[in-house]
């Protein structure tokens, strides 16, 4: 017998043997389990519905092929105690999670379903195939929604950098607006110096204006004044000749 092969599992099956010593006893007419072709057909036929339900495990060692098949023996009550002892044990030897998804808690849990479906098929092959549909109804449900979470959290992460880049974006883009808005407020307060400074020499060239406008007044006023007393002393003295 091989000193390693395939890891361990809940199912149980026969002792493993050499492919080529199978090809040799069906060549004597020997079944591929070391004993005489049985008498009676359901036998057969539940070897046969067990091989499909659960296919032999094949691996090479030493140049050599192994198959193993899955056992036919009944199942007793001892059998499912034992099974649920192991099952217990390589969930926590495994550290599988109580909660939550996990694939070690998956696959112990599908492994002692399969023996459940051995020992069922063993005593019942037609209870065996609907368990069988039973399994792979929900396996393959578990797979649906395992497609729909992967491309949701597909989704989520698009939408989630989609979002990033978007605030980078936007995030740029009122940067760039700040500064528009200061270069802006910049240019305001340089326009209203220059209005004020406008106004200003307005107001200054006004008083300015007025001023000389005032003088010139002024100086008309006292010009005339003379021009008056001198037109009429000049009057006057005409008229005493």
Not at 41 to 67: A, C, F, Y
């Amino acid at each position: 017998m091989p000193t390693y092969g395939p890891g361990p599992t809940l199912v149980k099956y026969d002792n493993p043997v050499l492919l080529a010593e199978i090809r040799e006893s069906k060549k004597k007419g020997v079944s591929v389990r070391g004993r005489l072709p049985p008498v009676e057909k359901p036998v057969s036929q539940t070897e046969d519905i067990l091989n499909t339900i659960l296919p032999p495990r094949e691996w090479e060692e030493g140049n050599q092929v192994w198959v193993q098949y899955v056992s036919s023996t009944p199942a007793t009550r001892l059998d499912v105690v034992n099974l649920q002892e192991q099952l217990d044990y390589q969930l926590q030897k495994r550290q599988a999670r109580e909660t939550g998804i996990c694939p070690v808690r998956e696959e112990l849990y599908g492994q002692c379903f399969d023996e459940l479906i051995r020992q069922v098929t063993v005593s019942c092959a037609e209870r065996g195939l609907l368990l069988l549909r039973v399994r792979d109804e929900g396996r393959m449900t578990i797979r649906a929604y395992k497609t729909l979470y992967e491309s949701s959290v597909a989704f989520g992460m698009r939408k989630a950098l989609q979002a990033e880049q978007g605030k980078a974006d936007l995030q740029a883009k009122v940067r760039m607006l700040e500064r528009r808005a200061d270069e802006l407020e910049r240019a305001n307060a340089e326009l209203q110096a220059k209005c004020e400074a406008i106004h200003q020499q307005e107001v200054e060239q006004r008083k300015e204006a007025e001023r000389k406008h005032h003088e010139d007044v002024t100086f008309l006023r006292k010009a005339n004044h003379q021009l008056t007393s001198q037109l009429q002393t000049f009057l006057g003295t005409q008229g005493k000749k």
